[in-house]
Nanobody, 117 residues
Framework: QVQLVETGGGLVQPGGSLSLTCVAL???????MAWYRQVPGKQRELVAR???????DYLDSVQGRFTIDRDNARRASYLQMNNLRIEDTAVYYC????????????WGQGTQVTVSE
């Protein structure tokens, strides 16, 4: 498995922005990188993913506001979050996945994103 560390969360006002970073402890060249989020009492949900070739997919509610990217040389993936909404509040996690969707990574501690007045 690929060990992953998420950073960049924080407290922002609605309409604000945050940039999350996920650093892997080994090469991510051969895997899909994805960002998930989880709120208390709800299941973890896929927010965005980026394939080895750069194809991206987004949760409908974040489409147009969030952008996922990757930098294989830095063994990192990024989630730029703009125009944040209160409902975006969650713990955000990244993971590495095979093309099939099967996990190739180990969940990290996540990073808390809180959007509040």
């Amino acid at each position: 498995q690929v060990q992953l560390v998420e950073t960049g969360g924080g407290l922002v006002q609605p309409g604000g922005s945050l940039s999350l970073t996920c650093v892997a402890l080994r090469s991510i060249v051969g895997v899909v990188m994805a960002w998930y989020r989880q709120v208390p009492g709800k299941q973890r949900e896929l927010v965005a993913r980026i394939t080895r070739s750069g194809q991206t997919d987004y949760l409908d509610s974040v489409q147009g506001r969030f952008t996922i990217d990757r930098d294989n040389a830095r063994r990192a993936s990024y989630l730029q979050m703009n125009n944040l909404r209160i409902e975006d509040t969650a713990v955000y996690y990244c993971n590495a996945e095979f093309d099939s969707g099967s996990s190739a990574g180990a969940w990290g501690q996540g990073t808390q994103v809180t959007v509040s007045e």
